[in-house]
C-alpha cells in the first residue's frame, strides 16, 4: 500500500511560479511510476506530466513550463511549475503505479487528495 499527500496549491498572479510535492509512504517509492493529473471544474481528469525512473513525459499544454522530479530518498515528487496560467487552474492529483509509467488515469493505483492551483489573470 502507498500513501500519497500532495501539498503546495495556493493561489498566485498569471506568470508567477508554485512548486507542488507529493510525499509517500508505505513502501518504497522510487520503484513506482508517478504522474501528477489535474482536473478543472466541468471537466476530465487529464495527465500533467510522468516519471519513471528517470524518464519524464509532459503534456504539451504544459512543456517547457513545468518540471517533476523526483527525490528517492525522502519518497517524494516535486512539480515545478512556472509561467503559470489561468488555464492551469485546477485540483492537482498525484498519482503512482508500480514500475512503468502511463497517461491514462485509470491505470494508476494510488491517489492524493489532491491539493488546489488557482491562477488569477
Known amino acids: 500500500q502507498v500513501q500519497l499527500v500532495e501539498s503546495g496549491g495556493g493561489l498566485v498572479q498569471a506568470g508567477g511560479s508554485l512548486r507542488l510535492s507529493c510525499a509517500a509512504s508505505?513502501?518504497?517509492?522510487?520503484?513506482?511510476?508517478v504522474g501528477w493529473f489535474r482536473q478543472a471544474p466541468g471537466k476530465e481528469r487529464e495527465f500533467v506530466v510522468g516519471?519513471?525512473?528517470?524518464?519524464?513525459r509532459y503534456a504539451d499544454s504544459v512543456k517547457g513550463r513545468f518540471t517533476i522530479s523526483r527525490d528517492n530518498a525522502k519518497n517524494t515528487v516535486y512539480l515545478q511549475m512556472n509561467s503559470l496560467k489561468p488555464e492551469d487552474t485546477a485540483v492537482y492529483y498525484c498519482?503512482?503505479?508500480?514500475?512503468?509509467?502511463?497517461?491514462?488515469?485509470?491505470?494508476?493505483?494510488?491517489w492524493g487528495q489532491g491539493t488546489q492551483v488557482t491562477v488569477s489573470s
Open positions: 516519471i519513471t525512473g528517470a524518464i519524464t
Open positions: 498519482a503512482a503505479r508500480y514500475s512503468s509509467g502511463s497517461f491514462l488515469p485509470q491505470t494508476y493505483d494510488y
Open positions: 508505505g513502501r518504497t517509492f522510487s520503484s513506482y511510476a
